[in-house]
């Protein structure tokens, strides 16, 4: 029964035409694809250099995803790989290793034949439109690329991809995989001549354009929250840039012009959002190594739109984007980003942690405190940890998540932001406040909310308050990048780096415990690290307040008794 309210609360969200989609989707077989044709291409078809997404090869017939690398025998690829995770077989069939040039041409062309050969129309994960729309892509950018013209066979298997995606968009999903569905119909258009084509580049233009519109917030984010998948859809914009700008396809120019106001919004806001190591927090499901990185990404976009970063500003700077609720305090290379928004849109939260009220902390440049990553998207246990409220620099109130996390992608009841400010106070300080009604569901209905404060001589203050009624218990955790540890001196928590030298102090403030745990980080796919988490905790009668402080300001010697 509890299962069932679980699945009630968590369909109660999808959108009328959504639900229709899934339904639609479950009775209706497979649409057939008419026979092909002579296929044509159009002429004056060409793209430009595009970031790589695909490690180098150890072999022409090795492949590494997820930090998993598999060999198979020439011409005997396992596209079906029952044993290895779904994920993993996504991207056998994307086919991003065709712009891997330590793979030679002749495996590159070996491997398409292979894939004509051995997936059968609408026959296994080949053919979900996800990898379809990604190999839709890849394959159009080696034909356009490559010296030699390619092969009819290549051409009509292309085209029958196409003619499947048409009938197969994901309107039941929505979100990055309708956008990626736009994308790829675009590229078949522009690639292909004939009235199949002109009618898939009109059909895959007005899907882009709408989705554009919904899936990218005036605040330049996009609205799944995840700065990977953020990565992933701005490089998409980009892709399609080139394709067009490279080529005589008939498309609406206020359109590309409005596409390329949406990419530079989507630039600025990428950038913002950075820490100090050039790279992105990783809130949500976001990992490294899957998206091109910001730098390929800026470089891709000078390239295309003449796009130069802003010059970092001199000493404290505010970004506040509130519309994705990520809020930003800078000052050189100390910098803190703090989660404050919606879960993601409220029909599609499959990529949503409960990470509200998080942050990431980089202190001289490095990153101290973490998000936990994601580690994979299999019924794992790595997968439920780093969905969790623990596995983030949040507090737990009750043992209760702030969200209803369940499955590997869902979410039923949903913490939603009450409120979100960054701004300047006195004495040179910043003042951050944030709340949630995420614990409404628990007896005596408790808020939490969070204050921040940073003064610039280096000192962090962090409280937490749960405010309503009855007893609660409120633990609030504090994840340390794995490269240091915490040393205990009285009440004060050390973070030292492996050699010894002191980085920063965290005390607490209120009369609360503090001990000190071991978490998980996953900064990359199939990638688990072990690292130390201090966890500061206090039951008491609402409303009451749990705080700490992080100074990073140089401090006298400390015997040290105790190293955890």
């Known amino acids: 029964m509890e299962r069932l309210l679980l699945f009630a609360r968590t369909v109660s969200y999808l959108r009328p035409d959504q639900v229709f989609a899934q339904v639609l989707k479950r009775v209706r077989p497979s649409s057939r694809v008419p026979p092909t044709r002579s296929?044509?291409?159009?002429?004056?078809?060409?793209?430009g250099p595009s970031p790589s997404l695909c490690p180098p090869a150890s072999g022409e017939f090795s492949f590494c995803f997820l930090n998993r690398t598999i060999t198979f025998p020439p011409s005997s690829v396992d596209w079906a790989?029952?044993?290895?995770?779904?994920?993993?077989?996504?991207?056998?069939?994307?086919?991003?290793?065709?712009?891997?040039?330590g793979r030679s041409d002749e495996a590159k062309c070996r491997l398409?034949?292979?894939?004509?050969?051995?997936?059968?129309?609408?026959?296994?994960?080949?053919?979900?439109?996800y990898p379809v729309s990604l190999r839709i892509v890849n394959w159009v950018k080696f034909f356009l690329r490559r010296e030699k013209p390619p092969e009819t066979a290549w051409l009509q298997s292309l085209w029958r991809q196409a003619a499947w995606l048409e009938r197969h968009l994901e309107y039941h999903l929505l979100a990055n995989h309708l956008f990626k569905n736009a994308v790829a119909l675009v590229f078949a258009g522009v690639y292909f001549e004939g009235p199949e084509a002109d009618r898939w580049l009109r059909?895959?233009?007005?899907?882009?354009r709408r989705e554009l519109a919904e899936q990218f917030l005036p605040d330049g984010g996009h609205y799944e929250r995840s700065p990977m998948y953020h990565s992933i859809c701005l490089s998409d914009c980009l892709d399609v840039v080139n394709l067009i700008e490279c080529s005589a396809a008939p498309v609406d120019r206020e359109d590309l012009a409005r596409l390329k106001d949406t990419a530079g919004a989507a630039l600025e806001y990428l950038h913002g959002l950075c820490l100090p190591d050039g790279e992105i927090p990783l809130f949500n499901d976001a990992a490294f190594g899957i998206a091109p990185s910001p730098t390929q990404i800026v470089q891709?976009?000078?390239?295309?739109?003449?796009?130069?970063?802003?010059?970092?500003?001199?000493?404290?700077?505010?970004?506040?984007?509130?519309?994705?609720?990520?809020?930003?305090?800078?000052?050189?290379?100390?910098?803190?980003?703090?989660?404050?928004?919606?879960v993601g849109p409220d029909y599609q939260p499959g990529h949503a942690h409960c990470d509200t009220l998080s942050y990431e902390l980089a202190i001289?440049?490095?990153?101290?405190?973490?998000?936990?990553?994601?580690?994979?998207?299999?019924?794992?246990?790595?997968?439920?940890?780093?969905?969790?409220?623990?596995?983030?620099?949040?507090?737990?109130v009750d043992g209760v998540e702030q969200s209803e996390i369940w499955g590997v992608f869902r979410v039923a009841r949903r913490a939603k932001p009450i409120r979100a400010s960054l701004?300047?106070?006195?004495?040179?300080?910043?003042?951050?406040?944030?709340?949630?009604?995420?614990y409404r569901r628990l007896p005596g209905k408790p808020i939490h909310s969070r204050t921040i404060t940073y003064d610039e001589r280096g000192e962090w203050v962090i409280e937490d308050r749960l405010d309503g009624r009855g007893e609660h218990r409120l633990e609030s955790y504090v994840h340390?990048?794995?490269?240091?540890?915490?040393?205990?001196?009285?009440?004060?928590?050390?973070?030292?780096?492996?050699?010894?030298?002191?980085?920063?102090?965290?005390?607490?403030?209120?009369?609360?415990?503090?001990?000190?745990?071991?978490?998980?980080?996953?900064?990359?796919?199939?990638?688990?690290?072990?690292?130390?988490?201090?966890?500061?905790?206090?039951?008491?009668?609402?409303?009451?307040?749990?705080?700490?402080?992080?100074?990073t300001t140089p401090m006298p010697p400390t015997r040290v008794p105790h190293r955890d």
């Open 112 to 129: 398409i034949a292979d894939w004509i050969a051995n997936n059968p129309i609408g026959v296994g994960d080949g053919w979900e439109p």
């Open 300 to 342: 891709y976009a000078n390239a295309l739109l003449g796009y130069e970063p802003p010059v970092p500003a001199q000493g404290l700077e505010l970004r506040a984007y509130p519309d994705s609720g990520y809020y930003v305090i800078a000052n050189g290379n100390d910098r803190l980003v703090i989660d404050c928004g919606p």
């Open 364 to 396: 001289d440049g490095r990153r101290v405190i973490v998000d936990s990553g994601v580690h994979d998207y299999e019924a794992s246990p790595e997968r439920a940890y780093a969905r969790s409220t623990s596995a983030h620099n949040t507090a737990v």
């Open 423 to 438: 701004r300047r106070g006195d004495g040179g300080r910043v003042i951050f406040e944030g709340a949630h009604d995420g």
């Open 39 to 47: 296929v044509r291409t159009r002429s004056g078809v060409n793209i």
């Open 203 to 208: 059909q895959g233009w007005a899907l882009l």
């Open 81 to 101: 790989s029952p044993t290895l995770p779904k994920l993993w077989r996504y991207n056998l069939h994307y086919f991003d290793y065709l712009a891997d040039p």
């Open 480 to 551: 340390l990048h794995p490269d240091f540890q915490v040393v205990r001196d009285e009440r004060r928590l050390v973070i030292v780096t492996t050699d010894g030298r002191r980085l920063a102090v965290v005390e607490p403030l209120t009369s609360c415990g503090a001990r000190i745990d071991r978490g998980w980080y996953f900064p990359e796919f199939g990638m688990k690290y072990e690292h130390a988490v201090i966890v500061f905790v206090q039951s008491h009668e609402a409303p009451f307040a749990v705080g700490y402080r992080i100074r």
